[in-house]
Nanobody, 121 residues
Framework: QVQLVETGGGLVQAGGSLRLSCAAS????????MGWFRQAPGKEREFVAT????????SYADSVKGRFTISRDNAKNTLYLQMNNLKPEDTAVYYC??????????????WGQGTQVTVSS
């Protein structure tokens, strides 16, 4: 059974930083691309960042480019999202997903339960 567990969310002031983690289990972590998505209340799920299984290639949404960094540690079966210079519009539930590389959420086959990120102005 594949499980993804996100941690690291919380409340932070605008301009602050948070680091999200996603611990994976149930299949060979290094065989799959992974991604981060987010969903704010009343809005559709939105792509944030994605990383290939090797970790050598990444891609970001324009809204987070230059502020967020996606990375992975295949030895620890863990995906990360370093978020700097956070803005109130980054407030959302953040989800990690596995099984693909890219911005289309439907191409990913397993999802975590999400972690809340709230940025105050």
């Amino acid at each position: 059974q594949v499980q993804l567990v996100e941690t690291g969310g919380g409340l932070v002031q605008a301009g602050g930083s948070l680091r999200l983690s996603c611990a994976a289990s149930g299949r060979t972590f290094s065989n799959y691309g992974m991604g981060w998505f987010r969903q704010a209340p009343g809005k559709e799920r939105e792509f944030v960042a994605t990383i290939k299984r090797s970790g050598l290639m990444t891609s970001y949404a324009d809204s987070v480019k230059g502020r967020f960094t996606i990375s992975r540690d295949n030895a620890k079966n863990t995906l990360y999202l370093q978020m700097n210079n956070l803005k109130p519009e980054d407030t959302a539930v953040y989800y990690c997903a596995t099984g693909s590389y890219g911005s289309v959420w439907s191409t990913y086959d397993y999802w975590g339960q999400g972690t809340q990120v709230t940025v105050s102005s």
